[in-house]
């Protein structure tokens, strides 16, 4: 059975840091992308960022790609998410989630997103 477990979640001054990590568990092939979501009060899930589990391509949303890393360490199965320059309106509860490795036009396919963690709430103050 596949599990995503968040880690890493907690109050932060607007300009600080965190990493959030997701423990990855029961999955029997790498051919999977993970991927990081956030969803802030009264608003929709949005996907952030991915990485693959087979050899680590990366992608981003414009609106992170210059604050945010994601990373995977096999080893440890685990994927973090380093978040720098935080702002207010990055508070959220994040998940880490799991799809099949598809891309289209260079974008993962959000929807595809089946497999999810608990969530894990930051919130940045100002």
């Known amino acids: 059975e596949v599990q995503l477990v968040e880690s890493g979640g907690g109050l932060v001054q607007a300009g600080g840091s965190l990493r959030l990590s997701c423990a990855l568990s029961?999955?029997?092939?790498?051919?999977?992308?993970i991927g990081w979501f956030r969803q802030a009060p009264g608003k929709e899930r949005k996907g952030l960022s991915c990485?693959?589990?087979?050899?680590?391509?990366?992608f981003y949303v414009d609106s992170v790609k210059d604050r945010f890393v994601v990373s995977i360490d096999n080893a440890k199965k685990m994927v973090y998410l380093e978040m720098h320059s935080l702002k207010p309106e990055d508070t959220a509860v994040y998940y880490c989630?799991?799809?099949?490795?598809?891309?289209?036009?260079?974008?993962?396919?959000?929807?595809?997103?089946?497999?999810w963690g608990q969530g894990t709430q930051v919130t940045v103050s100002s």
């Open positions: 989630a799991a799809s099949p490795s598809v891309f289209i036009g260079g974008s993962p396919v959000w929807s595809m997103f089946g497999y």
């Open positions: 029961g999955f029997t092939d790498n051919d999977y992308c």
């Open positions: 990485i693959t589990i087979s050899d680590g391509s990366t």
